[in-house]
């Protein structure tokens, strides 16, 4: 039995909790053999961490059960092969009724990702039918009067046909007016946020290490944007810059942005450039800590954005060995290092 001194300070802990910002959630990946039951996840996480949001790569039904009533956030990804038939109402409809409608509200859906990284793909049938099935769900979920839970889809870096300096963003000639613009629209229209996935683990050069210092948030001379005389110190900062520049050039700076994905893998092959824990924790650990100060970038002062760390677990059947080594947790949950996303409470009683 805790004590009444301790029960005060719990109550004082969290209070203080509740004062600061957290908006990080982690990708609850699951291309691995030897994972907890999503009983198990769901409760480790609530009871012992800060996370707040998880996002899948499926809907999948076990996993959607088991974050009932965690008060955990969830958003669920349409797989990108169901795109082309979700373009059509009726199998909007039909995915909302399976997917989402058993589970809400016990468990709190806040976004369905649409696919994953489709631009990314090049397949010309399921760019062309992204839209229309983000159009479809929506409508089917203002059917259901769910339209609190988004609809939008996640994008990797490679929609940006240039993102040095960020000023000089600028999505791909080609894809600007046609997709970008429509999409944004909606997102404007909808009042839902457009998703990257920016990784300085991909954007540092080897040959330049105070190119990896600036990618992991450690001191470094900066980078200096001579169109909008701003100074960079992160290169997660300078890629937000970027996406949010080639938007603006579009006329749609208003519309929210959400990391999807980001982060750094702890081990990897035998020389390979930039892994390893300690890079892991400094990426990881400086993101959350700059995201949740509600500092911004310094194109867009002050603004928050929900932020999904790459990855939950380690995920042992991802083809390669930094693949494999992206996650914040073991299977066995223990941590493979603290970034500081345990409930302090557990700590200090
Ligand atoms: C949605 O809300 C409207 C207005 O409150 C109501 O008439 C309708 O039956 C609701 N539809 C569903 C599917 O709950
Ligand atoms: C940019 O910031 C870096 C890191 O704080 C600093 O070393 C550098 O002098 C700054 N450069 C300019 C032009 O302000
Ligand atoms: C950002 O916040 C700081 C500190 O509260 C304030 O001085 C500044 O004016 C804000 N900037 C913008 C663009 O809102």
Do not use: C
């Amino acid at each position: 039995m805790p004590n009444p001194f301790h029960l005060l300070l719990l109550l004082f802990l969290r209070l203080s909790t509740a004062a600061t910002t957290n908006t990080i959630g982690v990708n609850y990946g699951t291309v691995a053999d030897n994972l907890p039951p999503p009983s198990t996840v769901a409760t480790f996480l609530k009871s012992q961490t800060t996370i707040n949001h998880i996002k899948l790569y499926d809907a999948n039904p076990d996993i959607l059960r088991a974050f009932a009533n965690t008060g955990i956030s969830v958003t669920v990804t349409a797989a990108n092969g169901d795109i082309p038939s979700l373009s059509k109402l009726p199998s909007a409809k039909s995915w909302i009724t399976t997917n989402i409608l058993p589970y809400h509200p016990k468990t709190i859906f806040n976004r369905i990702a649409v696919g994953n990284e489709i631009i990314a793909t090049s397949d010309k049938n399921l760019i062309a039918h992204l839209l229309p099935a983000m159009e479809a769900l929506q409508k089917a979920l203002t059917l259901s009067n769910l339209t609190h839970i988004q609809v939008s889809t996640p994008h990797s870096l490679g929609i940006l046909s240039s993102s040095e300096p960020p000023s000089a963003g600028a999505f791909r000639r080609g894809y600007d007016v046609t997709i970008f613009a429509p999409i944004l629209d909606f997102h404007r229209r909808t009042k839902s946020p457009f998703m990257v996935n920016p990784y300085p683990f991909f954007g540092f050069d080897p040959t330049r290490p105070e190119t990896l210092n600036y990618a992991l948030f450690k001191p470094n001379g900066g980078v200096f944007d001579k169109m909008t005389g701003l100074n960079y110190t992160n290169m997660f900062d300078a890629q937000m810059d970027a996406v949010f520049t080639a938007m603006k050039k579009l006329g749609y700076d208003d519309v929210e942005l959400v990391v999807a994905e980001t982060g750094w893998p702890s081990a990897g092959d035998p020389n390979q450039p930039g892994v390893g824990i300690e890079n892991a924790v400094s990426y990881n650990g400086n993101l959350i800590k700059h995201v949740n100060s509600g500092k911004g970038t310094p194109l867009m002062p002050n603004r928050t954005f929900e932020t999904y760390i790459f990855s939950l677990f380690n995920e042992n059947l991802k083809p390669t060995v930094s693949e494999r080594n992206y996650g914040l947790f073991k299977p066995n949950l223990a941590p493979v290092y603290d970034v500081g996303v345990f409930t302090q409470q557990d700590v200090l009683l």
